[in-house]
């Protein structure tokens, strides 16, 4: 009969012993005291085993593999690792919370991840099915959940014979293969939906991140402002303007000639709120899993690198740590793209454009040259602007309510009136013109474009070009034109092999060029 193990205390040496029940035997316990699970038992707890009993065939692995008892020790080596970095998180504190971050906790259990544990076996399948040969720790960086959650379905899959041990890792970890029996399974799991990412997070905590970091609760001020505009020439009106637009945090239109700016003003304005938001990589809502994070669309922001082995960061790994999206789209908007799609053959759904762009700026650039008619584009969201949540279409056919919490963007060359009636106006607040640079501005946009491309600012050819180019047949002044013409100047130059130096020559030659059909 085995003495039961109590707690670890500190023994005069300062070591952390593991003390017995039976107060006559005050020893460090041998590692053959832990069981094959790796575990060992509480205080009130007695286990009684043969010395000399064969160890049972489930725990023993093949091949001439160790069994569990060889893991043991590490096992319970993890445990104490794990409990020390609990105590330094609670003597740490969480600073973002107590500063009102939002940031996604990791969860230690199923319950708290929103999972089931046949939502995690299957994604577990899928992966070793489509890779071969993985380590516990690789299939958790695989579907971003912790090893606590990922240990015992993993250790139940090795037991049902749906995986098995092929080799081990480190820190006590093993490399796990898929059996035949885990092949068929996995292939049952991809029938219904061939994803493998990151677990979905649940509706729920997705609904609670976007309205603890709404857009809505940003506000901007004039010094902001200017910082996030500081790399263009913007006049200082249309800028006053600009402010109380973005503060509103519910939509404006820019509108004006082509080739102002309004959509380099447009990628800007997210800027003013200079500031990381978390986001899913996946949605779980009714059985179907939608991808939101889109690496084409989102800028990631990863947290402070890390060489250690264990994470400390508390974060879910499931979300993504992000800037502020800014979502631009332009002629080739389609109404299908602002509804969840599915593909036929994965079953994967993604994640539509407004839904991807929450938290966030959502540009739709050349309004009004969209592919579907102007009126249908304006129906679709005319109540998602008036309430700020928009109902989107689930492959099944049911319908699911999600904020719709975006500084919304119309830019286009057309005037708003030209395109739309009053009652879609009376919810876009902000009417914004762009309007032409004036000499000085376009003075000045000279002077900051001219170091990329390797020129001194010369005021005297710039004179030059708007007595002899633009002044006389009052031609209109664009703020694309500056850089435009430079960019032409600089080919001439490199063509004859000449130094990089604005000449009235090298202008006269960009202009007839550049405005040939003007």
């Not at 939002?102 to 708290?112: A, V």
């Not at 958790?140 to 081990?168: A, W």
Request: aromatic residues 8%; glycine residues 6%.
């Amino acid at each position: 009969m085995l003495p039961s193990i109590s707690k670890p205390r500190e023994s005069n040496s300062g070591r952390d012993v593991l003390t017995t029940s039976d107060s006559a035997t005050n020893s460090v316990i041998d590692d053959s005291l832990f069981d094959n699970s790796g575990s060992v038992e509480s205080d009130d707890s007695t286990a009684s085993s043969d010395d000399s009993a064969e160890p049972n065939s489930a725990d023993s692995d093949v091949d001439g593999l160790p069994n569990r008892t060889d893991s043991a020790p590490v096992a319970w080596v993890d445990r104490r690792l794990t409990d020390l970095f609990d105590r330094v998180h609670k003597l740490l504190g969480n600073t973002e919370a107590e500063e009102g971050i939002y940031r996604p906790r990791c969860p230690e259990t199923l319950e708290q991840a929103g999972l089931t544990r046949e939502e995690v076996e299957g994604l577990t399948l899928k992966y070793l099915a489509a890779r071969g040969v993985a380590s516990g720790r690789q299939i958790c960086n695989q579907i971003r959940l912790p090893y606590s959650i990922i240990e015992p379905i993993v250790r139940d899959l090795k037991f049902d014979h749906m995986l098995s041990l092929s080799g081990t890792a480190e820190a006590g970890d093993f490399q796990y293969s898929i059996t035949d029996t885990g092949r068929s399974r996995a292939r049952a799991y991809t029938a219904e939906c061939s994803y493998f990412g990151a677990a979905p997070v649940p509706l729920k905590d997705y609904l609670e991140a976007m309205a603890a970091q709404s857009i809505a609760k940003q506000t901007v001020n004039v010094d902001e402002l200017h910082d996030a505009f500081k790399d263009l020439i913007i006049n200082k009106k249309m800028l006053d303007t600009l402010g109380p637009a973005i503060n509103s945090g519910r939509g404006m239109f820019l509108y004006g000639e082509p080739g102002n700016g309004k959509t380099s003003i447009a990628e800007r304005i997210t800027r003013c709120f200079g500031s990381t938001i978390w986001i899913p990589r996946a949605l779980g809502i009714e059985g179907e899993i939608i991808r939101v994070f889109d690496p084409g669309q989102h800028e990631e922001v990863p947290l402070d690198p890390s060489s250690s082995l264990f994470d400390l960061s508390g974060v879910d790994p499931r979300w993504a740590h992000i800037v502020r999206p800014t979502i631009v789209v332009g002629g080739e908007l389609t109404l299908d793209q602002l509804e969840i799609t599915q593909n036929t053959h994965t079953k994967v759904c993604e994640a539509p454009l407004q839904l991807k762009s929450n938290c966030g700026t959502f540009v739709i650039d050349d309004f009004g040259r969209q592919r579907c008619p102007v009126a249908d584009l304006l129906n679709r969201w005319i109540v998602p602007l008036e309430k700020r949540y928009d109902f989107l279409n689930m492959p099944s056919g049911k319908k699911v309510q999600v904020p719709f919490d975006q500084l919304i963007i119309f830019s286009t060359n057309l005037e708003p009136r030209q395109l739309v009636d009053g009652a879609f106006t009376r919810r876009i607040p902000y009417k914004i013109q762009v309007i032409d640079p004036t000499e000085d501005e376009f003075h000045r946009i000279v002077q900051l474009v001219c170091p990329h491309f390797g020129f001194e600012y010369e005021r005297d050819t710039i004179e030059y070009l708007l007595a002899t180019h633009y002044r006389p047949t009052n031609r209109p002044m664009r703020s694309c034109q500056p850089r435009d013409l430079v960019l032409q100047v600089r080919n001439y130059c490199t063509y004859h092999r000449m130094p990089k130096k604005l000449t009235p020559a090298a202008f006269d030659f960009a202009v007839a060029n550049y405005f040939s059909v003007m």
